[in-house]
């Protein structure tokens, strides 16, 4: 599909891609693993995720407009490249069945308290297949939309949680262990830096100005992490 968005609607995406999960799921692991350093960890994952942002976008400038999978069969060969192609298909499409479920469970605990998670499931799913048969100009446009209403929510979440900030609970500092660091690490960047390889199917083909992809895709992974 020769469609095109904006650098700026990529940040969007990016921030909404990555922040999901992260606010979900990152902070309980860390917190498990690196107790009051879990700070210190989630600065270094953030960090690595922006680096490997970074790697990504000079990927997508040494594809010029050829997709991911048209590039991978290019540089390994047909039969190697279609292998590698249908793994990043696979990647991309696995973790939207765990996303499906986590979003089952979390409307249900917190909002939904009698309805079957079936059939909060089936609500996302049906929205999903509408988001798509629609296309990425539509999805970047309701992001641009969505995107301050986001902003606004999730600042609200901060401020009102300030009172119960108990700053004692960082002490003392650097007790965890490394490997626990690097265990807490590697879970951080799983989650928020490495699926950013989806992207890759975007960069540069789909956006109409290139030269603008590289702060604008870190960016939105910086913010987003």
Known sequence: ???????????ILTIFYTSGTTILFIPATMAAKTNQDAWLTALIGTLTCTIIAFFFVVCGRA???????????RVYGKLI??????????????????????????IKIQILIN?????LNLMLAVLVMVVIRAGLEVLARTGELLFPWFMILF?????LLLPELELERMTPLFEARFKDHLSAILDFVAITGFPLIVFLMLLPRNINTPENIKWNFITGSLIGA
């Open 1 to 11: 599909e020769k469609v095109r968005i904006s650098p700026l609607q990529l940040c």
């Open 81 to 106: 490249g279609k292998i590698m192609g249908f793994s990043y298909v696979f990647f991309s499409f696995q973790p939207v069945c765990g996303l499906l479920f986590y979003f089952g469970k979390f």
């Open 155 to 159: 600042l609200a979440l901060v401020l």
């Open 115 to 119: 309805t079957p998670i079936e059939i």
């Open 63 to 73: 594809m010029g407009r050829e997709t991911y999978i048209q590039y991978l069969q």
